[in-house]
Every structure is written in structure tokens, then in C-alpha cells.
């Protein structure tokens, strides 16, 4: 199995950044994406970015499209979430997943692993 660690998250005020990293390790393949997803109490989990592992391409939530980045350091099987101009409505736990195929990547259910989640909270 793949094992994801997240860090990086804590409390920020409305139009702040913080910077989420994941990183894999353990007996892998190697992905072919790696993405976030977050979940704020009473809601469901939610799709916000993911990062094709080899040719880097991009693909994010109409929600946070130029406010948050996400990039990736294979060398390191680290990925990475840039979140700025940030937003009450941001609080969640954000969970970093890995997917093993090249096809869908917008929901849940097609990743394969899945790192604890980091709180991120937003509130003035």
C-alpha cells in the first residue's frame, strides 16, 4: 500500500494562505494522480484539485480556481496545495489521495489511498 501523510494545516484569517503538503510512501506503483479533497462538518467530501503525476497537469474545483494552486515534487512523491485569498466557507479537513490509473479523478470513490486529513480553518 501507499501511505499519504498530510501537514501544513491550522487557522488562518479570511484572505490568508497556507501552504498543504502530502507526501507518499510505502510499496507504490506510482500514481497517476494525486489530488485533495475536503470535507467541512454535516457536508459531504468534495473534490478541490488533483495533478496528473507525469505530465503535471491540472485540474481544480470552479470554487477555488485562482485562489488555489497545486503542484507537484515527484523526486520527493510529494504534492502540494497552495491556498490563498482564503475563505470562511474553506473551512474543512483537507485529505490528500492518490489514484493508480489515468482516467477519472473527480470523486472519491475513484482514489485509491487516502492520507488522515488536516484541518484547516479559516475565521477571523
Known amino acids: 500500500q501507499v501511505q499519504l501523510v498530510e501537514s501544513g494545516g491550522g487557522l488562518v484569517q479570511p484572505g490568508g494562505s497556507l501552504r498543504l503538503s502530502c507526501t507518499a510512501s510505502?510499496?507504490?506503483?506510482?500514481?497517476?494522480?494525486m489530488g485533495w479533497f475536503r470535507q467541512a462538518p454535516g457536508k459531504q467530501r468534495e473534490f478541490v484539485a488533483t495533478i496528473a503525476c507525469r505530465s503535471g497537469n491540472t485540474y481544480y474545483a470552479d470554487s477555488v480556481k485562482g485562489r488555489f494552486t497545486i503542484s507537484r515534487d515527484n523526486a520527493k512523491n510529494t504534492v502540494y496545495l497552495q491556498m490563498n485569498s482564503l475563505k470562511p466557507e474553506d473551512t474543512a479537513i483537507y485529505y490528500c489521495?492518490?489514484?493508480?490509473?489515468?482516467?477519472?479523478?473527480?470523486?472519491?470513490?475513484?482514489?485509491?489511498?487516502w492520507g488522515q486529513g488536516t484541518q484547516v480553518t479559516v475565521s477571523s
Open positions: 489521495a492518490a489514484k493508480r490509473d489515468l482516467t477519472a479523478w473527480r470523486f472519491p470513490s475513484q482514489y485509491d489511498y
Open positions: 510505502g510499496r507504490t506503483f506510482g500514481s497517476a494522480f
